[in-house]
């Protein structure tokens, strides 16, 4: 008498096979996966598989179409975190596996713009090294609550201090191209697409002599 199958976990195998493995006490796999019904384009919610026999389920994969609709924290746990990232209707789909069955099912998550629109300047714009720049973050439209994320993106390091709410300064040190952008982050956690700007950082006036100029008094060599 052939040997008793006790293991679902096949790739492949033939119908009657698989009769049996339903008879051995095999059950098959099932998802219901969870979404958010509504995001803004900016913010996170969290998706779920809602299994049923998770005890066999080997792998899972998370994905959305379009895929610039948005990304997953972690796409191949059974529970993580969805941030969407372009306006519009998202389908969130769920691939389970146990090694035998696979069940794809998916959800749906409506992305809005974001909930704020905001601005970023810097003044000056083009600068001289030594010379204090200032950033400044607003919000586009109707006066809205919100605080401000300002962060340098790229070039040489500077040191950011803060002045007022969604403002500030830095000192112009080194030549060359500095990138900042501000998020605006409104009260129910909305967070906006970051505005960018950029500060290009030249050199001083130089005197005659080849040397920069500070802007401080010389004497004028005369007795």
Do not use: H
């Amino acid at each position: 008498m052939a040997a008793m199958i006790s293991s679902c976990r096949f790739r492949s195998v033939a119908a009657a096979t698989v009769v049996l493995l339903a008879v051995a006490g095999c059950i098959r796999i099932s998802v219901d996966p969870t979404c958010p019904e509504e995001l803004a384009i900016g913010q996170s919610g969290p998706v779920a598989a809602n299994e049923t026999n998770p005890g066999a389920i080997a792998t899972y994969f998370w994905e959305v179409s379009p895929s610039q609709a948005g990304t997953f924290a972690d796409p191949e746990l059974p529970s993580t975190t969805f941030e969407a990232l372009a306006a519009g209707n998202a389908v969130i789909r769920l691939t389970a596996s146990d090694g035998l069955f696979m069940d794809v099912a998916e959800c749906r998550t409506l992305i809005k713009p974001p909930a704020l629109v905001v601005s970023l300047t810097a003044v000056p714009a083009a600068p001289v090294v030594g010379e204090t720049v200032t950033l400044t973050c607003t919000v586009a439209g109707e006066p809205q609550t919100a605080t401000y994320e300002i962060e340098q993106q790229e070039g040489e390091a500077v040191d950011l201090t803060p002045v007022s709410d969604g403002v500030v300064s830095f000192s112009a040190d080194a030549v060359g191209e500095a990138i900042f952008a501000c998020v605006g982050v409104d009260e129910n956690g909305g967070r906006s697409a970051p505005a960018v700007v950029t500060v290009s950082i030249g050199e001083g006036p130089v005197d005659t002599d080849g040397r920069e100029d500070d802007g401080g008094d010389r004497p004028s060599g005369r007795g």
